[in-house]
Nanobody
Framework: QVQLVESGGGLVQAGGSLRLSCAASGSSFTIVTMGWYRQAPGTQRELVATITLGGSTNYADSVKGRFTISRDYAKNTVSLKMNSLKPGDTAVYYC????????WGQGTQVTVSS
């Protein structure tokens, strides 16, 4: 399993920006896919964005055009730049990595005030 450590959450006003980062360590397997999921209170965890080993990206419709995922393959990190944040983006954001099994970070809170 991969150890994932997230950083960069916080409180921001609507329309503002935040950048989340996640560092992966501890696996001898190639990390095929890295990404971000989020979970708001009372809801299921949902995909936000993913990026594959080949650089292909996938975004939830609700964040397309506002969020950008990027990956540093040498450092085994993944970042999520979030622009034009909305109150509906408020959630705990979880970093995800897949090798032969799925691994999750501990989560980082993002709160967007109106």
């Amino acid at each position: 399993q991969v150890q994932l450590v997230e950083s960069g959450g916080g409180l921001v006003q609507a329309g503002g920006s935040l950048r989340l980062s996640c560092a992966a360590s501890g696996s001898s397997f190639t990390i095929v896919t890295m990404g971000w999921y989020r979970q708001a209170p009372g809801t299921q965890r949902e995909l936000v964005a993913t990026i594959t080993l080949g650089g292909s990206t996938n975004y939830a419709d609700s964040v397309k055009g506002r969020f950008t995922i990027s990956r540093d393959y040498a450092k085994n990190t993944v970042s999520l730049k979030m622009n034009s944040l909305k109150p509906g983006d408020t959630a705990v954001y979880y970093c995800h990595a897949y090798t032969t099994v799925a691994s999750w970070g501990q989560g980082t809170q993002v709160t967007v005030s109106s």
